[in-house]
């Protein structure tokens, strides 16, 4: 590093200077590149190397693999003439990168590092997933991939993998099926004697996206939440309900009267929603479960998914599970659909919910029992500390983490002196023995502190698992490896 005064001459209107003097560095490097101070440069996130200037920012060649795959994986499903996924056309455009990275040396180190993880850690890493695409790309996370006589080979490891929560709502995308729903929830005095019809739409509708999802394989299990939508979404304030009504030959005043009741809530996501729907509407709860039950036998009969849990919202009271469970039960039995049922689960996120929790896990209706739990890593910790996710992110939060009273927003990292010392009182009460299905759901559990504390602090108590975004699965494998290593717990590993 060398340093050099500058003499800057600063001249004034009246004819008059001043000069300033200042220090500058530079640093030279290969005896004739020289980085001033103030110069910009790049650091390689790839072998560390610096550049001089900006460099492209390309995404790395084992990311590029498994997006790559995750195409393939969706065409093979799709295209009824491919025998093998080298068929597809994704596939073929891109043979050559995908036979070259794959067996470099790289891919090799990084599968190896994947499958270390997976045996050592203690928390199953599952997937959140609402698509196709992001299904088969997390699924993919947990397979080994290899090149055998030129080919790529995808082999998942079904016992390292699972659908860790799909929510139905973030399912409906277009206008036509959001609509559908709609009318679902405007029900038969609305819509007559068309009703019986919208029934079937929204079975084959629902069924049939549900399908879509999982049939790219599951794993050992999958999570599929009641629908649990605020309705204020669905009828939001730029909702044309004359256009609507037209388009459905609706009266307009009894649309609007029932619009009024469904979705003038202030609060909605303390509102009408999840299970208190389907205690409220037991039609919408049939039709829910017929749905469910229908694509997941369709996609148990491909091989594309071995157990079904259900996952209920919103609850507060133990009659609101009882109900549904009625209602369920009815529906495996017309389905005979008991061979791959697993069970029911409840979120965590409400005061009721961790009140009465010992009250919930007695509960035992037509030989279904609730044997699942899965904390919500934003609605509990609003629960816990009495906050709104939304307005405390620019109100109290700010504040808090400036002052020392939070270390960081406490709906990126658990928030482990109050909200994580709800999660071990529940994990005590429940005390599971039986090997419930007990997690964490949301983005908080794809942070590197939160996956860590819960190793520490919550497997050893009966927490099992995490369901997170595909992003966020391998950041959350290796810090949960890593953890576990750290506290000695024992488990194989590769050699």
């Given at each position: ?157 079904k016992e390292d993998f699972g659908l ?33 019809t919208i029934k079937m739409q929204y ?293």
């Amino acid at each position: 590093m060398s340093r050099k005064t500058l003499v800057n001459t600063y001249k004034f209107l009246d004819g008059s200077t001043i000069e300033v003097k200042s220090q500058t560095s530079s640093i030279i490097f290969n005896n004739n590149h020289i980085v001033k101070e103030g110069d910009i440069i790049s650091i390689s996130g790839q072998h560390g190397k610096i550049y001089k200037g900006y460099i492209k920012n390309d995404i790395s060649k084992i990311s590029k693999v498994y997006s790559i795959l995750s195409l393939v994986l969706i065409e093979f499903q799709t295209g009824s003439s491919y025998n093998s996924i080298t068929d597809t056309p994704t596939y073929i455009y891109n043979q050559n990168f995908l036979l070259d990275t794959v067996n470099s040396d790289m891919f090799k180190g990084f599968q190896k590092l994947l499958k270390y993880c997976y045996n050592k850690t203690t928390l199953k890493i599952y997937s959140t997933s609402h698509t196709p695409e992001t299904l088969a790309y997390s699924g993919l996370i947990a397979s080994d991939i290899y090149c055998k006589n030129n080919e790529i080979i995808i082999s998942q490891r079904k016992e390292d993998f699972g659908l860790g929560l799909l929510r139905d709502e973030r399912i409906w995308d277009s206008l036509d099926e959001i609509d559908l729903l709609r009318l679902v929830f405007l029900g038969e005095k609305i819509c007559k004697e068309r009703y019986q019809t919208i029934k079937m739409q929204y079975v084959n509708t629902l069924s049939n996206k549900l399908f879509n999802v999982i049939k790219m394989g599951t794993g050992s299990i999958a999570v599929i939440r009641l629908l649990c939508m605020p309705l204020t979404m669905l009828f939001n304030k730029n909702f044309n309900i004359k256009q609507f009504c037209d388009k459905y030959f609706l009266d307009i005043e009894h649309v609007q009267s029932k619009i009024v009741s469904l979705s003038g809530e202030k609060e909605v996501y303390h509102g009408f929603r999840g299970v208190r729907v389907t205690v409220h509407r037991r039609d919408i709860a049939e039709l829910w479960c017929e749905s469910v039950i229908k694509a997941s036998l369709r996609a148990y009969n491909q091989g594309k998914l071995d157990k079904l849990q259900i996952l209920l919202s919103m609850v507060t009271l133990p009659q609101e599970i009882s109900s549904f469970i009625k209602v369920l039960n009815n529906t495996i039995a017309k389905f005979d659909a008991s061979h791959i049922f697993s069970g029911v689960s409840i979120m965590i996120e409400t005061a009721g919910s961790y009140i009465l929790i010992e009250d919930f896990m007695k509960i035992h209706e037509d030989n279904i029992n609730l044997n699942g739990l899965l904390f919500g890593g934003n609605d509990f910790t609003a629960a816990c500390l009495n906050m709104n996710r939304s307005d405390s992110a620019s109100t109290i939060i700010p504040t808090y983490i400036q002052e020392g009273l939070f270390k960081s927003s406490p709906f990126k990292s658990l928030n482990t002196q109050l909200v994580g010392k709800a999660i071990i009182d529940i994990l005590e009460k429940v005390n599971n023995t039986e090997n419930h299905l007990l997690g964490l759901g949301g983005e908080i559990a794809g942070d590197w502190n939160t996956v860590q504390w819960l190793v520490q602090n919550c497997t050893h108590k009966g927490l099992n698992y995490i369901s997170t975004p595909p992003n966020r699965m391998i950041y959350s494998l290796i810090a949960s490896a890593k953890a576990t290593c750290n506290k000695g717990i024992n488990k194989s590993v590769i050699t």
